[in-house]
Structures are given as C-alpha cells and as structure tokens.
C-alpha cells in the first residue's frame, strides 16, 4: 500500500473510488473504543440513572448525528477535505480563525484518547506510562501516514470485530447487579438531562470538522443521500451503544469511572493479550483520524502563505511534528480525568457549533452545493481573503453564548437564572445559522453562479 498523495487538493474523478456504504464502518468503528464508553459515564456522574441517561444519550446522538452526517453527504459533491471547505465561508485566509480552535479539539481528544489507552494497560504492560504514550504515538503515526485508504480498512476491521467484543461486553454488563430504580423514571432532573443531551449532541458534532474527508474520494454521482444514512446509521449506533454500555458499567461496576479501560478488559476476562491489544487497537483507530485531520487542518492553514507540495516525505514531516505536540500534551494531564473530559467536551460545543451552523447554511440553504473549488484556493478569488461577515458572526455569536453556559469552571446568569441549564449550544445554533443566512443574503453575494471544478 502506497502512501496518500493527496492532501487538501481536489480529488480528480480519475481517482474516486468506493461506495457509500464503507461510511457506516468508518463511523461506527470510529466510536467503538473505550473513549466513547467513557463517554457515557458522564450522565450517571451528573446524577441521572440508567433510564434518563439512556434516554439522553438517544436523543442527543440523533440530532446531533443529522448535523454530523449532512458535513459527510458533502464529500463527495466537493471532493475536498471538510475545513478547507470553509474558506467558502470564512474566506482563504479568514478560515484560519475556525481552524485554530478545531486544532484545540483535535489535540484535546488526541490527548484525552492516548490517556485512557495508556492508563488501560499501565499495570499490564512493561514499558512505563511514558513509553506507553510513545509508543501509541508512533502506531498513530503509521496509519495516518499511509492514509484514507488504510484508515477505511482499519475502520472496517475494528467495526467488524467490536461488534463481537462489545456484544459479548454488553450482555455481561448486563448481568450484572443494578440497584433499584434504576430503569425507572423516577428522580428526573432537567438540568442534568439537558446537559447529558448536549454532551451526545455534541459528541456527534466533533466529527463534523472532518467527516467529510472521508468521503470525499467517493465519485462524484455518489447519492448525497446514501452518503448521509450511511455516516448516520454508523456514528449513532456505535455512538449511542458505546455510550450506554458505559453508563451500565458506571453503574454495575465500582470505580469504573477511575480506569474504564482496565474494568472492560477485565469485565471481558481479565488482562488477556488478545483484549489489551483490542482496546489498543480502537484507541489507536479514532486517535489516527485527529491526526489525519489536524495534519488537513495544519496544511490548510500553511498553504495560503506558501504553496506546499505535498510529497511523502513532506507529509511524513508534518506528521511527524503534529503527533510529536499531540504525545507531549499527554504529559500534561489532569488528576481527575472525568472532569476534564466533561469541561473538554463542552468547550468543544462552544466553537463547534456556530462553525457548524455557518457552513451547513451555507451549503444547504445558500449556495446548494455549487461551489467553484478553483476558488476555493485562490486569495483572489469569489470567496476573497476574508469574509469579515462569517468571522463576526462566529466570534458575536461564541461571546453570546457566555451567558448560557454552565461548567464546572465557569456559570452564565443566564444558566444561573433558569436553575444551572445550559442552553448555549441552542444559542450557537439558531443565532449564526439566522444571522449569517440574513446577511449574506443581503450582501447578495450569492448571485454568483459559482460552479465546481
């Protein structure tokens, strides 16, 4: 297998290749690890029980999962990869601004990912924790050398053997002793459901940023709408299962939450080679899409100031540094891990979803899927330099939803008066999507009849 030669340039039709029906593997292995089950430990530490937390973690995967789902439906149409697609918005050099905080959340859950991974088998394998994370780094780094190609299979064969490990994880979870009331819909709490809710949503929504690269080597006439089930189908249900078994085990299981990897290896009998190497193996799978994606997101940013080509040697360069800053990071982690990971993933809503509002408005509502790419990645282009338009509206829209957010590190007034709900990703939904349809309407700007290349 050779390494990719693409990078953020468009896919010639000569090379597309595959059908849509790869994408469910894709995102279903891309949540079945222990990150995701880790996940849904977060509703039961907020106080819900098993029913509400399930219920919360349906719901949030399914409208979460239709914002995430309509980026992939993109790939094809473009042919690029998904944040570069943002210069159409943001413009060529404007679209650095969303990309340096997508680069946050890239390095927040590479972080988070190696952490669990290591902290799995610290007490099964003989290299220390330092070496643990290196040595994750390194096998992260293969795989996103190689690229799109490897990444699918990789995906495809976690998707397939997760579905026997976690179905066997599942039944035993299920046996286990639950107390009373536990799937009952007794002592709900609204705050608790509405943030468990915007921790599914949002959970679904950090695909968004690159979703699309993954399908943007499919032909051209690919169906936009099998595009979208596909991605759907797979992320919610690798979603939502990965979840609810975590909050089973959360539940059955006592201090689950202080080592999840360790506790599903030993749920699924004990510290095997077979099972540590299956828990290794789907941290290393998610962790290769943050790099593969930051290194998109590194390009994209660079290629404006200076036109880079991008040879094998030059991609390995770029990735190597990249996963070198990613791996450092770990160094850096927190004590209690499980609040951290909560306070990361709704700081990701924050900046996410006005990005998010933007850029489906814009393709969907605005310019319905016509672009002219050539544009794309000419400062002299119809997408122009900047779009002060966009950045306003993303920048205006994260400092409203200040006052609707509500962390461990920080409560809003408004949060404050409606009893601790959080209602900023509401905000940072509506208000970007309005504004921006308005006012580039007004610009009419969309006169241009753009058409891809």
């Not at 090379?15 to 593997?25: C, I, K, N, Q, V």
């Amino acid at each position: 297998m050779k390494v990719e030669k693409r990078s953020i340039d468009f896919i010639p039709e000569s090379e597309r290749h595959g059908r849509p029906r790869s994408l469910f593997f894709v995102w279903f292995g891309a949540n079945a690890n222990i990150t995701t089950v880790a996940a849904g430990v977060l509703p039961i530490s907020l106080g819900l029980n098993l029913f509400w937390s399930a219920l919360s973690i349906l719901i949030g995967s399914l409208i979460g999962a239709i914002f995430m789902a309509s980026h992939s439906a993109q790939g094809p149409r473009l042919g690029i990869p998904q944040m570069i697609q943002s210069r159409a918005q943001f413009g060529v050099f404007g679209a650095i601004v969303p990309l340096l905080f997508v680069m946050l959340i890239y390095l927040g859950f590479f972080v988070s990912n190696t952490l669990l991974a290591a902290q799995a088998v610290s007490d099964l394998s003989p290299l220390s924790t330092a070496g643990n994370i290196a040595l994750l780094g390194a096998a992260c780094f293969l795989v996103a050398l190689f690229g799109y190609q490897l990444i699918h299979r990789v995906q495809k064969l976690l998707s397939l053997i997760s579905i026997a490990v976690f179905g066997i994880a599942t039944l035993l979870a299920l046996a286990l002793p639950i107390e009373a009331g536990q799937w009952t819909a007794q002592g709900f709490n609204l705050v608790s459901f509405l943030a468990s809710v915007s921790i599914a949503v949002t959970w679904q929504l950090s695909y968004a940023p690159y979703v699309a690269d993954y399908s943007r080597y499919l032909p051209s006439d690919t169906s936009a709408r099998q595009v979208f089930w596909y991605s759907y189908a797979g992320t919610v249900i690798g979603g939502s299962w990965m979840m609810l078994l975590g909050a089973v085990l959360a539940k059955g299981m006592v201090g689950f939450s202080d080592n999840v990897g360790l506790h599903l290896i030993g749920l699924l009998g004990g510290g095997t080679l077979l099972m540590v190497a299956f828990v290794l193996y789907g941290q290393i799978a998610i962790n290769v899409f943050n790099l593969y994606g930051a290194f998109m997101s590194t390009i994209t940013m660079i290629e404006p100031f200076s036109a880079l080509k991008i040879t094998p040697s030059v991609r390995a360069g770029f990735l190597l540094i990249i996963c070198t800053i990613a791996t450092g990071l770990c160094t850096l982690a927190q004590d209690d891990f499980l609040q951290f990971f909560l306070n990361f993933i709704f700081f990701m809503s924050y900046f996410l979803i006005p990005w998010t509002a933007i850029n489906l408005v814009d393709y969907y509502a605005l310019r319905k899927g016509v672009y002219r790419i050539a544009d794309i990645f000419d400062p002299a282009g119809i997408y122009g330099r900047v779009n002060w338009t966009a950045i306003a509206v993303f920048l205006c829209t994260i400092a409203l939803e200040i006052p609707f957010m509500n962390t461990s590190m920080y409560v809003g007034p408004v949060a404050t008066s409606l009893q601790g709900v959080d209602l900023a990703w509401v905000v940072g939904l509506l208000c970007p999507a309005c504004a921006y349809y308005a006012l580039m309407r007004r610009r009419g700007s969309l006169l241009i009849k753009a058409s891809q290349v």
